[in-house]
């Protein structure tokens, strides 16, 4: 019954986690921007520490925010983190600073990752037995996914929605670029780094409309 179990919640509740005892899984946590995500992975690499367990935590090598090898919760708490770029072998950087001790590793801006560094992810869960735990954006600005959120959606054993508001009170599901007169722009690169001055999490029949929250 405990394999069936998210480790993270496990351990918030007290329970008796032994990583070598169960299979371990990889874990997606999606959601639209500003969620919370980055403070709820925080949260789950400090409950392995509290522990006397390790953590590896990873995040984009492009998001400059919050200075270099980071990962920085809105609500002001931080870890450092090594990075990841597209050309990194995930596999091989897991493995070399794997120690006795890592119980868990964790990506933040998962949405980043490559397919190939996806199915990297899938060998440290099945071939290491390390869990993995993935934060990410589902779609883009322009309403199209990510290529590591399309593969973790298709390949994590579990998949947990991080759930967030529009201003209108529904669920948030997109995210919307707008420019500097709230308008809503829907071209452009897909990487574009930001926060709450350029994007906004909408419900989808806002995001549609292009209404950006000013008339709710
Ligand atoms: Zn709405």
């Known amino acids: 019954m405990i394999g069936t179990l998210n480790e993270s919640v496990l351990l918030c509740a007290g329970g008796k986690y032994q990583p070598s005892q169960i299979m371990a899984k990889l874990y997606f946590y999606y959601s639209a921007m500003n969620a919370g995500k980055t403070t709820r992975l925080l949260q789950s690499s400090f409950n392995y520490k509290e522990r006397g367990m390790d953590t590896l935590l990873y995040t984009f090598k492009f998001d400059n925010r919050f200075g270099d090898a980071k990962v920085a919760s809105r609500i002001g708490i931080s ?9 990194l072998d995930v596999f091989d950087d897991v ?12 990506f933040d801006e998962a949405q980043f990752l490559t397919k190939k560094q996806v199915l990297d992810l899938c060998r440290i869960v099945d071939e290491l037995n390390i869990p ?9 600005f322009l309403g199209e996914p990510f290529e590591g959120s399309q593969y973790l959606l298709l390949l994590a054993d579990e998949l947990i929605e991080v759930k967030t508001i529009c201003r209108c009170g529904r669920k948030a599901i997109m995210n919307a670029k707008f420019d500097a007169n709230k308008k809503i722009i829907r071209t452009g690169e897909q990487i574009d780094i930001g926060g709450n001055e350029k994007y906004v ?7 549609f409309e292009g209404n950006t929250g000013e008339d709710l």
């Open 79 to 87: 870890a450092k983190a090594f990075t990841f770029d597209n050309e």
């Open 95 to 106: 493995s070399m600073r794997l120690q006795k001790r890592v119980a868990c590793v964790l």
């Open 132 to 140: 993995v735990l993935t934060y990410g954006l589902r779609t883009d």
């Open 201 to 207: 999490a909408l419900c989808r029949k806002h995001y």
